[in-house]
């Protein structure tokens, strides 16, 4: 089943699944029980399918980007946040920052949603408090991230985490193909299976004496082929889109726009 959080047409926050071709109306809460109606939903908008509690996410998880930005395999998942307000919904568009537009690195990533409230889940366990899949972003500032030494901030300016476009819930995410593709081309062309830490490994991890909230999002690193270790470097730019696809899920597109244009928008509204 695939879940969609979208604006009905009366603007409201609605969540929805898709039957028989078309999005029909949940009742109840999808971190709890619900049912599928047979009412469809007039969607103004697909939003990101979570207002996520905690965004955790795993830096360096993939065996060839490791390799790719020579760095050895870590011994231990490498954790980082992004701050929630990060949050980017489909076709909306990643901002680049006044304050660092020049290195901004766009990362395809295959993201778990976190179904309820839970705590030192094992890892034969983890599929349990799994609602589903998503698709995301990790949108990355490298000249921040180098200059500052650490990853929070650099990964935390407002739009760098797009979302969607649903939550897929009866995936194995062990085998997944995952591409990026800007302006056309693609970028990253991967599978999951080259991810260091599985998913299981990772929910186990993250949950060792730390609550991990119903709807938290578990980023779970990018394979290679990222702007920063191409050569000669790609970074975005004003004008690009860019589209993260994972198979099973779907396709989640940004277009690229500068602070200032971003700062006229707000400004007529």
Known sequence: MKLYRVLDGDSQVAYAAERD?????????????????????????????????????????YRAHAAETHKPLPDAPVVFAKATTSLCHPGDPIVLPAAGPDCVDYEVELAVVIARRCRNVPADRAGEVILGYTVANDVSARDWQRRLGQWVRAKSFDTFCP?????????????????SVLNGKVMQDSRTSDLIFSVPELVAFLSADLTLEAGTVILTGTPAGVGLARRPQVFLRPGDTITCIVEG????????????????AEAEC
């Open 249 to 264: 899920i779907g396709e989640l597109t940004n277009p690229v726009i500068p602070a200032g244009q971003a700062d006229r």
């Open 21 to 61: 071709g078309e999005l029909c109306r949940i009742e109840g809460d999808v971190f709890g029980a619900y049912t599928v109606t047979d009412r469809p939903v007039e969607m103004r908008k697909v939003l990101a399918p979570v207002d996520p509690p905690n965004i955790f996410a795993i830096g360096l998880n």
């Open 163 to 179: 979302l969607g476009p649903c939550i897929a819930t009866d995936i194995d995410p062990a085998d997944l193909p995952l591409r």
